[in-house]
Structure formats: C-alpha cells, structure tokens
C-alpha cells in the first residue's frame, strides 16, 4: 500500500495540482489529508472538491474550522483573520457543509499491519504546533501506532523518538527524495510539510510518501506555478503578503 500524505493545502490549487501531478506518476494507492484544505489562497472550493472526491481519510485543520465559523477568529493573526474572512464568503454550501463535518484528529487508520495516526497539530491537541524535539518528546505516551503524521507547521520533517535510550532527533530531509526507514519499538513524528504555504524555506509544494509494507517514507517536493497562485491571491483582494511569501517559501 503507498500512501499519500498531504497536509496544509490552503487552497493553493496550482500547488495541490502540482503535486497530484508529480505523485500521479510515481503511483499511490490512496490519499490521506492532515487538514487546513482552505484559508490563505484563492481557490478553497476546487481545493476542497478534490480532498473530498480524492482523499480516503481526512481530518480538520484550524483553518477548517474557522472558515465555517467552528472557531473564534480572535486566535488569528489580523492577516489569517482577513483571509478567512474571505474564505467564509467564496465558501459553496457544499463545501462548507463538508469542512463542517470534518473529523478532529488524531485519528489512526490504515491495514492490519500498516496502522499509523493522522493529527493536524499535535495528537495531544489539534492546534498545538510541534516544532522542536523536546514538544515531541512530550508527545510519546500518546504515540501507539510506529507513525504518526502531523501538519500546522508548515515545516516538511519529523522526530525519531526511542524510549529506554531516549534517541531522539530531527528527521529532517536534507535532499529530494529522503528516505526514512522506519523500526519497530521507534516512534516517527512525521510533517509532509505544506502543500500550499511551505514556511521551511523551500517555495516548493511538498508531501511524503508512505509505504508501511517496505517500512519506507519518502519525503517529496515539486516546483508549482507560484506566479499564478499569487496573481489569484492578488486579483482576489486578499492580503499581499499572502502572494509574497508564496516565493521564498516562509
Ligand atoms: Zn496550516
């Protein structure tokens, strides 16, 4: 079984677009999403659409839940603020009655031998950013499966966490295709990264591969369209520098 692993979409269609693309060749079997389909980028129905026909399992990001009025937008900086603004309003019926009923993470899924957990920020809480290895380290009385992905730092790369000899480190990848060759009685927290905001540094979309039966995670980016995802932004009315960071990729 090969997995996709998509997280933080944020309605970025030439960025999402991109990356079925590039993973359409490679061959997957199905797609699993991490949440924040919607909010920052101009396309959030036809994002939508697609997670909605295309992905087996998916759970709510904040962005989600705001957009459909689940979440108190005083937690949001003024520019995520005004773009959910503007999200709530494109938003069709349909789309907004799906996000609506999103699920909360953690979630654990996958075949008799190849469970793992989805959560879009921390397992413990939802929106909890995890970003440094002692916030994972934290985290390991609520890991059971071998892997668990997570998303809401924008940030592609993860934490190998061992119990006993306490082995703890950044999994991060330091070349395209990066492997991860996962071992039982280890813990893997593993971000995809951002499909349509990445904040690593790197412009590029970016998602992982998982193929539990080869004990085997590939990290995964492409090069999008950015000018067209930006003019989109722009031509929308939302904030500029939604479009600008789009570039550097912060
Ligand atoms: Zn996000």
Same mark, same amino acid.
């Given at each position: 079984m090969r997995y996709l692993i998509l997280s %933080? /979409?944020?309605?970025n269609w030439e960025a999402l677009e991109a990356v079925v693309e590039a993973a359409g060749a490679e061959g997957w079997d199905e797609a699993v999403c991490l949440g %924040? /389909?919607?909010?920052?980028?101009?396309d959030p129905n036809r994002c939508c659409d697609w997670v909605r026909n295309n992905a087996r399992h998916v759970i709510r990001g904040n962005h989600d839940k705001a957009s459909v009025g689940?979440?108190?937008?005083?937690?949001?900086n003024p520019v995520a603020a005004r773009a959910c603004r503007w999200t709530q309003e494109q938003l069709t019926p349909e789309s907004a009655e799906w996000l609506r009923h999103l699920p909360t993470g953690p979630k654990t899924t996958g075949e008799n031998g190849g469970r793992f957990t989805i959560s879009h920020g921390s397992p413990a809480d939802e929106d909890q950013y995890v970003v440094s290895s002692d916030e994972a380290w934290q985290l390991i009385g609520y890991l059971e499966e071998t892997v668990t992905f997570f998303g809401h730092t924008h940030l592609q790369g993860g934490f190998e966490l061992q119990a006993?000899?306490?082995?703890?480190?950044p999994v991060a990848?330091?070349?395209?295709?990066a492997r991860v060759a996962t071992e039982a009685h280890t813990r893997y927290l593993i971000n995809p990264g951002?499909?349509?905001?990445?904040?690593?540094?790197?412009?590029r979309a970016a998602w992982v591969l998982f193929e539990p039966g080869q004990n085997r995670i590939t990290y995964r980016r492409v090069a999008y369209d950015v000018t067209r995802a930006q003019s989109k932004i722009l031509a929308a009315g939302l904030p500029e520098v939604l479009a600008f960071r789009l570039a550097i990729g912060h």
């Open positions: %933080d /979409i944020h309605a %924040d /389909i919607v909010g920052y980028g101009a689940l979440e108190d937008l005083e937690w949001f006993g000899v306490r082995r703890m480190g990848p330091e070349e395209d295709h951002s499909i349509g905001q990445p904040r690593d540094g790197d412009p």
